[in-house]
């Protein structure tokens, strides 16, 4: 099946500085990854998510980039706000399967 | 939409006590997930349904752990007897098929077994 690592497990920016996590699969049949944001006390939420034919995706101030040969991606924050200080996740899926496999999470704070 | 509906959002229980967790997914959706999270283990997944049937179980910890989804609106996921490790939060995720890949979770049910 499919594993996920994320780093780093904790990250600590300074508002308006940007935040880069980082996370590797295991099984080059995954061809869609999603990143997901937590609140506390909250289910985890879809923030940006790429698949495979795409090497690049940006909305706002956030972007995600896939390297498919090093079978690695990473989720890129500019511009970083104290709200965006939560838990992130990442996740991959294997083609033509239901479930995704996510990673241990990053807990990100953003200090004002 | 209301989106993903848990219950109980939070469950105290002691040793040995019979524990069900409910959910209901968003309308229209046709995969359920169940997640548990703890600190040391992350988002793991228990087992999911396509179309009310159990697609892959192999997440569940063990045979105290049972989930059902009778019908399209509703499902539980049952711990009989609980044990202090299954302390935790237990999260049910719903997903569309024409928008595959992105699943809507519920706010979780937190699971303290004394």
């Known amino acids: 099946g499919e594993n996920v690592e994320q780093h780093p497990s904790t990250l600590s920016v300074q508002e308006g500085d940007s935040a880069v996590i980082k996370c590797t699969y295991s099984d080059s049949a995954s061809n869609y990854f999603p990143w997901y944001k937590q609140e506390l006390g909250k289910g985890p939420q879809l923030i940006i998510d790429?698949?495979?034919?795409?090497g690049e995706k940006k909305d706002q101030r956030i972007a995600v980039t896939l390297n498919k040969t090093a079978k690695h991606f990473s989720l890129h924050i500019t511009e970083t706000q104290p709200e965006d200080s939560a838990v992130y996740f990442c996740a991959a899926r294997i083609s033509g399967k239901g479930k995704l496999t996510f990673g241990q999470g990053t807990i990100l704070t953003v200090h004002p | 939409d209301a989106g993903v509906i848990q219950s109980p959002r939070h469950e105290v229980t002691e040793m040995g006590q019979e524990v069900t967790l409910r959910c209901k997914p968003i309308s229209g959706h046709d995969y359920l997930f169940w997640y548990r999270q703890t600190m040391m283990r992350g988002l793991e997944l228990l087992i999911y349904f396509n179309n009310n049937v159990p697609i892959d179980d192999s997440g569940m910890p063990e045979d105290r752990f049972s989930a059902k989804m009778p019908n399209a609106s509703f499902s539980t996921l049952k711990i009989q007897p609980s044990e202090p490790r299954d302390s935790a939060v237990y999260f049910c995720?719903?997903?569309?098929?024409?928008?595959?890949?992105?699943?809507?979770f519920g706010e979780g049910s937190r699971l303290t077994v004394l």
């Open positions: 995720a719903s997903s569309p098929v024409s928008r595959s890949g992105e699943l809507f």
């Open positions: 790429i698949r495979s034919n795409v």
